[in-house]
């Protein structure tokens, strides 16, 4: 075998052995349009105008409403794209959007602090850890959290379902920090229990 001969065979296994190369296609990223129209966003040929404090300026065009906001460096907002014709207000959207981002992120909070707490009582529980479950329910329903009373009945004690279910009314009925019934009583194969909410007393 010659010289030539050789190098075209190793020449073929070199390219053989050539890595190939995966073309990845990456998805476009696709723009979250805005919430609200705004400004030039806005198709409709009239608008029903509301001032940034609140003054009602009736149907107008929306080129109109347009140069009244940019006038006082503002933005026209589409408020409500359902009417006919579609109502706009003039505001400042940047602030807007920023006290509703704030109003949710309030609203994730106090909804993530809100718990169900459990007490659990016994047919026989004296009054010394009764009045130390009371204390404990009405601490939770203070912090705003829900609590979630229950009455267990073990063996023979289940006999006597009246009467459990009258120590359960009368233990939600000593506590003293504000509260509501979100869940009457209700029978569960252990017993009895019931959901109390804290109750918001206007000022």
Do not use: W
């Amino acid at each position: 075998m010659d010289a030539s001969s050789i190098l075209a065979i190793s020449t073929i296994i070199i390219f053989k052995d050539k890595p190939i190369r995966r073309t990845f296609h990456r998805r476009p990223v696709q723009k979250k349009e805005p919430e609200h129209k705004i400004n030039e966003r806005i198709r409709a040929l009239e608008v029903r105008l509301i001032g940034e404090a609140g003054e009602q300026f009736g149907v107008i065009p929306t080129q109109e409403a347009l140069a009244m906001a940019q006038e006082q460096s503002l933005d026209l907002v589409e408020v409500s794209p359902k009417s006919v014709p579609p109502v706009c207000r003039i505001m400042d959207y940047g602030k807007f959007q920023y006290q509703q981002s704030k109003q949710e992120r309030i609203h994730k909070v106090k909804q993530k602090k809100s718990e169900i707490k459990g007490i659990r009582i016994g047919a026989r529980t004296d009054e010394h850890d009764l009045n130390f479950k009371k204390d404990q329910a009405e601490k939770f329903l203070t912090k705003g959290n829900k609590v979630k009373v229950e009455i267990i009945l073990r063996g023979r004690e289940k006999a006597y379902q009246d009467l459990a279910r009258q120590n359960l009314q009368n233990f939600i009925k000593n506590i003293t920090a504000p509260y509501k019934i979100e869940q009457e009583i209700k029978r569960f194969p252990g017993g009895f229990n019931v959901i109390i909410t804290p109750e918001i007393i206007a000022k």
